[in-house]
T-cell receptor, first 111, second 115 residues
Framework: GENVEQHPSTLSVQEGDSAVIKCTYSDSASNYFPWYKQELGKGPQLIIDIRSNVGEKKDQRIAVTLNKTAKHFSLHITETQPEDSAVYFCAASRGSYIPTFGRGTSLIVHP | GAGVSQSPSNKVTEKGKDVELRCDPISGHTALYWYRQRLGQGLEFLIYFQGNSAPDKSGLPSDRFSAERTGESVSTLTIQRTQQEDSAVYLC?????????????FGDGTRLSIL
């Protein structure tokens, strides 16, 4: 089955800095890669996703890049703000298979 | 519009009691998922419904756990004879068709505490 590894487990940055979270996956047939943000006491919420026919996708301060050859994808957050502090999860899926999630990254943005 | 709704939001119960957790998915979503999240941990897949059928129950940790879905809508997760290790947040998610190419919409979970 699919295996998704996510790094780092904790990331601490100063407000205004950039943050990068990386995920690798094992199943070369995976073709959908969403990222979720989970705030304290809430369920995960989708923030951006990418499909395998695209190498990069941006939405304001958030971007995701995908390297299918290397089987890794990354979340980039620029100009971080304290409200970006949360746990971020990556996931990988294909077809009708259940998505496989990474173990999460706790992002702390210091004012 | 309404998102995924879970109830209760918090449940405290004594070891050995049975509990039922409820999930109301987004209307029209045929796929429904249950996950368990222990404190500070990731998402542990429990069960997946497509309509009222559960093609994948592989994540249920023991026979004390069961789930059902009716009317292609509401789902209940039942834990019998609860144990302290069952303490966790139980999250429900739904997606339009469950093809895997669509994002999951999560509820805010039920925080279960076993005394």
């Amino acid at each position: 089955g699919e295996n998704v590894e996510q790094h780092p487990s904790t990331l601490s940055v100063q407000e205004g800095d950039s943050a990068v979270i990386k995920c690798t996956y094992s199943d070369s047939a995976s073709n959908y890669f969403p990222w979720y943000k989970q705030e304290l006491g809430k369920g995960p919420q989708l923030i951006i996703d990418i499909r395998s026919n695209v190498g990069e996708k941006k939405d304001q301060r958030i971007a995701v890049t995908l390297n299918k050859t290397a089987k890794h994808f990354s979340l980039h957050i620029t100009e971080t703000q304290p409200e970006d502090s949360a746990v971020y999860f990556c996931a990988a899926s294909r077809g009708s298979y259940i998505p496989t999630f990474g173990r999460g990254t706790s992002l702390i943005v210091h004012p | 519009g309404a998102g995924v709704s879970q109830s209760p939001s918090n449940k405290v119960t004594e070891k050995g009691k049975d509990v039922e957790l409820r999930c109301d998915p987004i209307s029209g979503h045929t796929a429904l998922y249950w996950y368990r999240q222990r404190l500070g941990q990731g998402l542990e897949f429990l069960i997946y419904f497509q309509g009222n059928s559960a093609p994948d129950k592989s994540g249920l940790p023991s026979d004390r756990f069961s789930a059902e879905r009716t009317g292609e809508s509401v789902s209940t997760l039942t834990i019998q004879r609860t144990q302290q290790e069952d303490s966790a947040v139980y999250l429900c998610a739904s997606s339009p068709t469950g093809t895997g190419h669509q994002p999951q919409h999560f509820g805010d979970g039920t925080r279960l505490s076993i005394l």
